[in-house]
Antibody, heavy 117, light 106 residues
Framework: EVKLLESGGGLVQPGGSMRLSCAAS????????MYWIRQPAGKAPEWLGF??????????EYNPSVKGRFTISRDNTQNMLYLQMNTLRAEDTATYYC????????WGQGVMVTVSS | EIVLTQSPTTMAASPGEKVTLTCRAS?????MHWYQQRSGTSPKLWIY???KLASGVPNRFSGSGSGTSYSLTINSMETEDAATYYC?????????FGSGTKLEIK
């Protein structure tokens, strides 16, 4: 059974940093592109970026809205996906999801990030 | 950036009614994915590559479209179909989602 479990969310002050983690299981992690998506309360999801699979060299793509502030990485020995978020702003407040594959066929349960003083 | 416009924003349908949700893209895309999101839960892949049903999706659902116009159709509305549906394009970066259609049961 495919499972994705995010962790690491919480309250952070504006200008601060936070790292989210996503533990993956139930599939061959290195075969898949992995994605981060966020969703502010009551709004549509927003794609943040992805990291490619082994066959494509684990390279990354980002939404221009977060490029330069957010970094996606993966630990393929631990089946872990990460999202490092720097210089956080109030508008980064949202539920953050990790998801698998180009069709986002599996999503985690999400983790809340609140940016507030 | 490709903007996806969904319509209607909100609608209510009676059990057994045929429902069509639309998604229009600001530029041509090769395919569309659709996601269902019930309140308080994560989005779920519902239809991928325009017309393919995700695993477990009832066959009363169908998807169609091309270019800049796509649709999701429910042949006969059921109570469990009440949810918000989002379209998403993967043809160009940044990947984008529509603003959603909230479908309610009458």
């Amino acid at each position: 059974e495919v499972k994705l479990l995010e962790s690491g969310g919480g309250l952070v002050q504006p200008g601060g940093s936070m790292r989210l983690s996503c533990a993956a299981s139930g599939f061959t992690f290195t075969d898949f592109y992995m994605y981060w998506i966020r969703q502010p309360a009551g709004k549509a999801p927003e794609w943040l970026g992805f990291i490619r699979n082994k066959a494509n060299g684990y390279t990354t793509e980002y939404n221009p809205s977060v490029k330069g502030r957010f970094t996606i990485s993966r630990d393929n020995t631990q089946n872990m996906l990460y999202l490092q978020m720097n210089t956080l702003r109030a508008e980064d407040t949202a539920t953050y999801y990790c998801a698998r594959s180009w069709a986002l066929d599996y999503w985690g349960q999400g983790v809340m990030v609140t940016v507030s003083s | 950036e490709i903007v996806l416009t969904q319509s209607p924003t909100t609608m209510a349908a009676s059990p057994g009614e045929k429902v069509t949700l639309t998604c229009r893209a600001s530029s041509s895309v090769s395919y569309m994915h659709w996601y269902q999101q019930r309140s308080g839960t994560s989005p779920k892949l519902w239809i991928y590559e325009t017309s393919k049903l995700a695993s477990g999706v009832p066959n009363r659902f169908s998807g169609s479209g091309s270019g800049t116009s796509y649709s999701l159709t429910i042949n006969s509305m059921e109570t469990e179909d009440a949810a918000t549906y989002y379209c998403q394009q993967g043809s160009s970066y940044p990947l984008t989602f529509g603003s959603g259609t909230k479908l309610e049961i009458k």
